[in-house]
């Protein structure tokens, strides 16, 4: 529930010694990135987006706050009621699979966006230096889905998912 900008994430991980240099989110169909102590860019950092943060050597970074309360928090917001609702739009979305939700392979993802009436057809890592495709239906690629993590997950249609 704690708001920050993109500057404040990079400060926050490098106030415990990381090394982040630069903040990359998928927006309006692009790529938008903030680097580092530059004015331009320092957009806000909202709950349930996934953000790609990059560092000159390995970093750890641990978050603290409070657990938001009501809904409208961006692409992923928290229900009084406890309820994590995850909404996607037609095309690609870069999200945040929230913790504390079932786990789930990435067949298992897709199926479970599709029983509710999503459209998924594909979801995509960053993994090992290179992107990672996993396509429905297909047996290659079923990956462990991480909590906390970014993916992108291409739909046929606008729909909401609630984990």
Do not use: C
């Not at 680097?35 to 990059?54: L, R, W």
């Amino acid at each position: 529930a704690n708001s920050m900008v993109a500057q404040d994430l990079l400060d926050s991980i490098n106030n415990q010694g990381g090394a982040s240099t630069e903040v990359d989110r998928w927006y309006a169909g692009g790529w938008q990135a903030h680097i580092g102590s530059y004015p331009f860019n320092n957009y806000s950092i909202d709950m349930g987006n996934a953000y790609f943060v990059k560092n000159s050597r390995p970093s750890v970074w641990i978050a603290s706050g409070t657990m938001p309360t009501a809904s409208g928090m961006g692409v992923m917001g928290v229900m009084a009621s406890g309820d994590v609702v995850v909404n996607l739009g037609q095309g690609w979305n870069l999200v945040s699979i929230p913790y504390g939700t079932p786990s789930y392979t990435a067949q298992g993802l897709l199926n479970a966006i599709n029983a509710q009436g999503g459209g998924a057809i594909e979801v995509h890592r960053w993994y090992a230096g290179g992107w990672q495709a996993h396509i429905d239906g297909l047996p290659i690629n079923d990956f462990v889905i991480e909590a906390g993590r970014g993916y992108f997950i291409k739909t046929t249609r606008a729909s909401t998912w609630r984990p």
